[in-house]
């Protein structure tokens, strides 16, 4: 009976070594936006913009923004953000 339940936890702990390094060897990829921004809720004079970037694999967007941010903007997505930083179009 011991040897059947460390013969389980031993294929187990084999079994989820396995899986955790495949995860993180399995490329991922997040959206990239760019934000506009508006003077009101019309969305008819813009304001300002703030551009996507991709930061070591995550999306985010520029530190400064050109213009004025609002909280009346839309997003227009502009790529891809992947694991290795890349950016697809």
């Given at each position: 009976m011991a040897?059947?339940?460390k013969t389980i936890a031993c294929v187990a702990a084999v079994i989820s070594?396995?899986?955790?390094?495949?995860?993180l060897a399995t490329p991922w990829s997040e959206p990239l936006y760019d934000y506009i921004y508006f003077s009101d809720a019309t969305k008819t004079?813009?304001?300002?913009?703030?551009?996507?970037v991709c930061y070591n694999g995550y999306a985010g967007?520029?530190?400064?923004?050109v213009g004025t941010v609002t909280s009346h903007y839309v997003l227009v997505r502009t790529g891809t953000c992947t694991?290795?930083?890349t950016?697809?179009?």
């Open positions: 040897r059947s339940i070594a396995a899986l955790s390094t495949a995860a004079v813009q304001v300002g913009y703030q551009a996507g967007v520029a530190e400064h923004a694991s290795n930083g950016i697809y179009q």
